[in-house]
């Protein structure tokens, strides 16, 4: 009892010293002086509230515990997948938007890029092991290929695709090097500033990016070098409805828009899925396990994270390049480090490593806050609270990746 009073005086007391600053001092306009008056009260109950809590934390934990054990378990996912399913699911997937709405098909999309861009940074997180949290500075980087390349050399999107792609890459293979000897914290911290500094470069480069104002006016992808718009920009050019004898609806640019994501993603699965299985993805998996035994076994931990770090940016870069095709519009805004946060956050819910979850996951919280928008005040609050749920009901994730074991007769 002694040394939970103890904690919880101590708890009280930094707490008290953190929330000073921030409440305690209040700031008070007088004519030209602005005077500093302290306020106490909000300072001495939020010590008041962690003393407490302190004091009382075994039983205000009890309930969660009793939670734990009452929430329903989920099975892990399938390692191998049903080809008649699958294709089953593609086919639904590919007719669906021919029937639904456009707000609809436009969440679709984002659902979709979130998928694509959840499934590179698995590679580096979820089969590597490298904690990553500068990861949408290559998203940026290959956002921002594609606007540069259209602005300065009049690039279309497919030209400018697998540049986009290469550029995120080689910028991954550059981060890979000053990584190499950290882990863990370490690597985490080295990962985020990363990112900040690409975004800031894009803030301050003025005479390149347009500074905060980001580059507007980026041209839909056409369709085999046909435009799928009313008029085509061009004075004699056909467009993709006139040489179908279509009648032209402003939907078809938001369907079209969400087949290009679903291929997107349907195809960083395919490369995710067949690279695991690859001599690279179980080396990416030994690096995971335990990077000295994979260095024993003679495999090479710089060209494995090398390698996890490309691939990841590579996919990055693609779904860039797309979020500057759908947009028309990129700004270093689009690309804070909230955006890292959730993409990470859908890899740590659906469980490191697997692909299903990665996708449920990018589902329910890209979804979810567009179907509550009645909330959007609240939505971190409420993310946070689910993640910490989470961790105590299921810290592996909803949909964690079965591993092959073998269990020994007792």
């Known amino acids: 009892m002694g040394n939970n009073v103890k904690h919880a005086f101590v708890a009280a007391i930094l707490t008290g010293v953190i929330v000073m600053p921030v409440f305690g001092l209040q700031l008070i306009r007088q004519g030209a002086k602005t005077l500093m008056e302290p306020n106490f009260s909000f300072v001495l109950i939020a010590m008041a509230i962690v003393f407490v809590g302190q004091l009382c934390r075994h039983w205000l934990l009890l309930p969660f515990k009793k939670l734990k054990r009452g929430l329903p378990t989920l099975p892990a996912a399938p390692t191998g997948g049903n080809k008649l399913l699958i294709l089953a699911l593609v086919a639904v997937a590919v007719i669906w938007p021919f029937f639904s709405g456009r707000s609809s098909v436009d969440i679709a999309t984002l659902v979709l890029i979130y998928i694509m861009l959840a499934l590179g940074l698995n590679i580096v997180v979820g089969f590597a092991g490298l904690l990553d949290l500068g990861f949408v500075g290559f998203y940026a980087v290959g956002a921002y290929t594609y606007a540069l390349l259209y602005q300065w050399a009049g690039f279309g999107f497919w030209e400018a695709l697998p540049i986009a792609g290469a550029m995120a890459a080689l910028f991954g293979f550059i981060l890979g090097f000053p990584v190499l000897r950290l882990r863990g914290d370490y690597l985490a911290i080295v990962t985020l500033g990363f990112g900040e500094i690409i975004r800031l470069l894009l803030i301050n480069l003025n005479q390149f990016t347009n500074g905060p104002d980001g580059i507007s006016g980026i ?84 060209r494995i994270k090398l390698s996890a770090f490309t691939l990841g940016a590579m996919f990055a870069g693609f779904g860039g390049a797309f979020f500057a095709a759908r947009q028309g519009l990129v700004n270093p805004e689009s690309f804070t480090f909230i955006e890292s946060a959730l993409i990470l956050a859908i890899v740590v819910l659906g469980g490191m490593g697997s692909q299903v979850g990665v996708i449920l996951a990018a589902t329910l919280l890209t979804v979810v806050p567009e179907l509550a928008r009645e909330f959007a005040e609240y939505r971190m609050l409420i993310f946070g609270l689910v993640m910490v749920l989470m961790m105590v009901w299921r810290p592996q994730g909803l949909l964690p990746m079965k591993r092959p074991h073998v269990e020994l007769a007792k």
Request: net charge positive.
């Open 219 to 302: 041209p839909k992808p056409t369709v085999f070098g046909m435009e799928m718009q009313r008029r085509a920009s061009e004075p004699g050019g056909q467009t993709f409805h006139e040489i179908m004898g279509w009648t032209f609806q402003n939907n078809h640019m938001v369907i079209y828009l969400y087949l290009m994501a679903l291929m997107f993603a349907l195809v960083t699965l395919f490369v995710s899925t067949r690279l695991i299985r690859m001599p690279v993805g179980r080396a990416w998996e030994a690096l995971r396990e335990d990077e000295i035994a994979c260095r024993s076994l003679g495999l090479n931990p710089t």
